[in-house]
């Protein structure tokens, strides 16, 4: 299936080329951007209006995604200062309002990856001054109503995301097939041990705490259930799942599918768990009614609750190898959002 570009790869492509007519008095047809990983991206931009260039927003072959089709426009200023790049919501960029999230409250929901893409993009053209990026999607904030941004406390936008540049398309039976696939290659070289994630990111906060180097790592997406299935009936003897509370806790909720239009009561069995380990009436409602996993994390270090990350792993582990009936021994691990662990089952 064909793959598109995230929000974060158009706003980058934009904003060079908004640079470019900055500097050089030219309006370029395409221009180059490059991901964290140095994979290059060519995309076609227009001119706006006076002030914005653009790139229409690509979803490749996953036409579930909202923003598929939205002009995605930039406008690229030199201001005084001392060679800083600051961040600007225009029309239909959601502005952050509730803590927990990776961009502090009152920024523009820029996230942190489609932030270095486009300061990247924009040293290439100016390499020293500072300069004002303002990023607008026009119908944005009609869009970001039919997705969670409202919720997550996100206000009159939508958020530019990424952490690949790519979109990747979702074909749920291609997608298991592949899992498949890839555990049967994992089995024939030889490995009993298996280590489960469920993206790059965490694949490559695994690796580094583990010190994994081999080819025994896999990434469930959100299909952790068949991938723990197929690893039982190739008759692996031993599983570590690796995640963010984000995903881990839906799976202590006994939810083998994470995708969000699935399944979700991760704070609903952070609250049960920590109910049994004593926790205030109190704290049990400030947790439920947090707005993100991260908060909810940092609230229970406050308190000193920190070990319940200890007793959920335990529940995941349980609840993983009576999936398995037994074949198979399943750790456990959660990890923060800079790759920390904060809570394991290693048996």
Wanted: net charge neutral; with cysteine; glycine share 10%.
């Amino acid at each position: 299936m064909r793959y598109g570009f995230t929000t974060g790869t158009c706003a980058t492509g934009a904003a060079k080329a908004s640079a470019i007519f900055l500097c050089s008095g030219k309006i370029p047809e395409n221009v180059i951007v490059k991901n964290l990983e140095g994979n290059e991206f060519i995309l076609n931009v227009f001119k706006y209006d006076e002030n914005f260039f653009g790139v229409i927003k690509d979803s490749g072959d996953d036409k579930s995604d909202v923003t598929d089709g939205l002009k995605i426009l930039a406008n690229v200023e030199i201001i005084e200062g001392n060679g800083k790049i600051f961040f600007e919501a225009g029309e239909g960029v959601g502005i952050v309002t509730l803590p927990g999230l990776k961009i502090p409250v009152g920024e523009p929901a820029i996230n942190p990856v489609p932030r270095k893409m486009i300061e990247l993009a924009l040293r290439d053209v100016i390499p020293e001054k500072s300069l004002r990026v303002k990023i607008s999607i026009p119908d944005g904030e009609k869009i970001a109503l039919r997705t969670f941004n409202p919720r997550l406390g996100i206000k009159n936008g939508l958020s530019i995301l990424g952490t690949t540049g790519f979109v990747k398309p979702m074909n749920e039976q291609a997608l298991l097939d592949s899992l498949t696939l890839e555990l049967n290659m994992i089995h024939s070289l030889g490995f009993t041990e298996i280590y489960i994630t469920f993206g790059n990111t965490g694949e490559k906060f695994l690796r580094k705490i583990f010190n994994v180097t081999g080819r025994n790592v896999i990434q469930a997406e959100n299909y952790i259930g068949h991938v723990l299935d197929e690893a039982a009936r190739l008759n692996f003897e031993h599983a570590i799942i690796v995640g963010h509370a984000g995903k881990l806790l839906k799976v202590a909720s006994g939810s083998f599918n994470t995708h969000n239009k699935i399944s979700d009561g991760r704070l609903e069995a952070l609250c049960t768990h920590l109910a049994l380990a004593g926790a205030s009436q109190d704290l049990i409602s400030k947790i439920f009614h947090s707005n993100t996993t991260n908060e909810a994390s940092e609230i229970i270090k406050l308190n000193g609750f920190d070990f319940v990350w200890d007793n959920i792993t335990k529940i995941i582990s349980l609840k993983c190898e009576e999936r398995v009936h037994k074949k198979m021994k399943v750790d456990a691990v959660f990890i923060d959002s800079e790759g920390k662990i904060i809570g394991q089952c290693l048996k």
